[in-house]
């Protein structure tokens, strides 16, 4: 580092005026501020010319975070304050070296002070300000808050001296703190679950964003005992049970929203386990027309939850939105003229005027058990959580059959899957024809990170994989990745996109389910589903920059090794039919 006078190299290069380096200078004399700061303050150069300037001058890289894989690992190395002092953080380890962002080279004293903290040889390059304080604020967010709660309670728990001590550390202010901190960092990540998983001399918390787990470790483990002790205090659950799983939900306040918490605990290997689902009941029922559903599925899908009667089916695995698809077709059917009941495991949002029921097999009350009851209740609409027997699918089927309007779910990767999984459940493909009228199934994928997307050719399975599938010339085509940058947490991406494949239950289709022909039902079904099947609108998504080509390849995998799974246990009970 060599110290060099940025006010006269920027007038003997002609970037700036003699004129607006003295205004500058008498600026900084009455305030104290670096002399780049006062330049940007008063327009006289931007930001990234004057540290493009820099850069070049000082012979330093000039990088663009929002497209830097930064390490984090590397990143959290550096105390907080210092980074935050400084304006500078170690990003990367390049052959033996840190490599360290500044928004200021010229700052010798911010060098020495950070290059004596990481005792390693440092290699500055220049980044944009408000990039690093983005950068900043990703990386230590709630991280040294929840830290700084752990070892406080850890501190607290040495010196209980009895059971009334340890019960009064459960009620104290830095348990709650702990938690409430570990509740607001995943609602701010934007956090659907939060996993709090024991250690061999640590604890875990793992967020679920966009369907991918990220994880930060806790070293004070002996905290952990207490934390699970204090989340089933606010579950109303059993303290004393450390062997059988637990489930419950308690609500809490977080940034004036109000999130509902659904607490699972199970047993590990003499310690427990838990999962927090969040839930926030501020956000309400999306409209119809914000699913994402292209026009001409949405359209379908409104024509057939306005019928009268029969069922509507939506498919997709855990956490492809099937809930919120559902609640958004009863909020828009919902009228006084209409009595709707729902039987759902768990109740997740309350709708007014809709008659809710939570499933409760503990007490005997399993969905085919409320529904018989239900019927009495001389409802128009009902929605059945999840069909997982034939008891509940032949009541549910026959319900729709006898005037009444049923929609509901099931575990299939695609929409073709649904009829035969019901027939392998037991349910005669007679009354899966005369009921089902519609079958929706969807997934959520992630969206590429628009701060960070870069250009990226297809690897050779993606290569094949078109090839094989599809008669387009991929290699005109330009496909795009996020390489993670601090809006999107170093993810590559941000949020998720929804894909929808309807298919209407037409005459051919039907007749076909009755003669228990399924090679001419799965012809006739992908004829009616055509290029609107998930894989082709996964595709389209990734041709258009929104997905990754290997999110569409894997939606591909996924459904193929589903329907193979599907067919085989098809045909395994068609078998077993046969030999009886």
Known sequence: MKKIKLGDLLVEQKVISPEDLSVALSVQKQTGQRLGAILIEKNILSEEHLLSFLADQLNLPFIDLKHYRVKKEIVGLLPEILSRRYKMLPIDLLNDSYLVVTSDPTDILAYDQISAKLKKTIRLAVAQENDIIDLLNTVYKKSVEIKNA??????????????????????????????????????????????LEPGDNFFRIRHRIDGILSEQIIHQKTVFPSLILRIKLMANLDISEHRLPQDGRFSIVIQEREIDVRVAIIALNNQEAVVMRLL??????????????????????????????????????????????????????????????????????????????????????????????VLRHDPDIILVGEIRDLQTADIALKAALTGHLVFSTVHTYDAISAPIRLVDMGVPSYLIASSVKLIVAQRLLKRICEKCKKMVK?????????????????????????????????????????????LSINDKIASALRSNDFEFYTLYAREAVAHQSLIEQ?????????????????????????????????????HKSERQ
């Open 538 to 574: 996964a595709l389209r998504y990734a041709i258009e920059g929104v997905v990754t080509l290997s999110e569409a390849l894997h939606l591909s995998v996924e459904i193929d090794m589903d329907a193979i799974d599907t067919h085989e246990k098809l045909s395994l009970s068609r």
């Open 150 to 195: 752990a070892g406080e309670i850890e501190f607290t728990m040495r010196q209980a001296e009895s059971v009334a001590e340890y019960q009064e550390i459960l009620e104290s202010t830095p348990i709650k703190k702990l938690l409430y901190s570990i509740l607001e960092e995943a609602y701010l990540n934007r956090a659907s679950d939060i996993h």
């Open 280 to 373: 926030d009941k501020t956000m309400g029922i999306l409209r119809l027309e914000s699913l994402g559903m292209s026009d001409s599925a949405l359209s379908i899908f409104k024509k057939h939850i306005y019928f009268p009667h029969g069922m509507v089916l939506v498919c997709g695995p855990t956490g492809s939105g099937k809930t919120t698809t559902l609640y958004s077709a009863l909020a828009a059917i919902n009228t006084p003229e209409k009595k709707i009941i729902t039987v759902e495991d768990p109740v997740e949002y309350l709708i007014p005027r809709v008659n809710q029921i939570q499933v409760q097999p503990k007490i005997g009350l399993d969905f085919a058990t409320i529904l018989r009851s």
């Open 458 to 502: 297809p690897d050779l399975d993606e290569e094949n994989w078109i090839k094989n599938n599809f008669s387009i010339n991929y290699k005109e085509i330009r496909f795009y990745k996020g390489v993670g940058c601090s809006a999107c947490n170093m993810l590559g991406y941000k949020g998720r996109v929804g894909i929808y494949e309807i």
